[in-house]
Every structure is written in C-alpha cells, then in structure tokens.
Nanobody
Framework: QVHLVESGGGWAQPGGSLTRSCVAS????????MNWFRQATGKEREFVAS????????????RYGDSVKGRFTIPRDNAKNTVFLQMNSLKPEDTAKYYC?????WGEGTQVTVSS
C-alpha cells in the first residue's frame, strides 16, 4: 500500500526558508516521478514542483510552477525514499497546505505559513 508522509516546515518570515520532506513507502520509489502541490485557503490546488524518476536521465529532470521558479527546489534521496521541497525567499503568498503526490496518491498535507 502506498503511503506518503509529509513533515517539516511550519512558519517562516518573508524572505526566509523552509524545507518539507515526504517519506514514501509501498512502492519502488526510485522508479517514479514525485510531485509537490499546494492549496491556499479558498483557491484551487496548484502545481509546485516535480522531479522525474531516477531512470529518466535525459536533460533537466525537474519542473517548477511559475510562481516558485528560481526560489524552490525539489531534490530526492532514493536511499531514504524521500523527496524534499526546499523553499527559499518565501513570500506571504506561499502560505498554503503543501501536498506530496505520486500519480493518484496524496499525502495528508502540512501547513506552511509565511508572515511577519
């Protein structure tokens, strides 16, 4: 059974940094692309970032939503079945619930709040 468990982050001031982690289980982690999405109160769920499977070695294996490009990165550690979301230069508009995703599977999401 697939499980995605997020942790990390919480609150940061504008301009600060946070790192989210997502530990996966129940499948061969290195063979799958992994994604992060977010949903702010009253808004639709938004794509944040993705990283291709470790078997995909052609070109840049990461993609980012326009609103986070240049500020967020999405590394993965296949030995630990973990994908990260490193968030830098945070803005108040980054406040949202962040979800780890693999195809139809979702983590429960954890809140990130950016405020002064």
């Amino acid at each position: 059974q697939v499980h995605l468990v997020e942790s990390g982050g919480g609150w940061a001031q504008p301009g600060g940094s946070l790192t989210r982690s997502c530990v996966a289980s129940g499948f061969n982690f290195s063979r799958y692309s992994m994604n992060w999405f977010r949903q702010a109160t009253g808004k639709e769920r938004e794509f944040v970032a993705s990283i291709a499977s470790s078997e995909d070695t052609f070109g840049d294996n990461t993609r980012y939503g326009d609103s986070v490009k240049g500020r967020f990165t999405i590394p993965r550690d296949n030995a630990k079945n973990t994908v990260f979301l490193q968030m830098n230069s945070l803005k108040p508009e980054d406040t949202a619930k962040y979800y780890c995703n693999r195809t139809v599977y979702w983590g429960e999401g954890t809140q990130v709040t950016v405020s002064s």
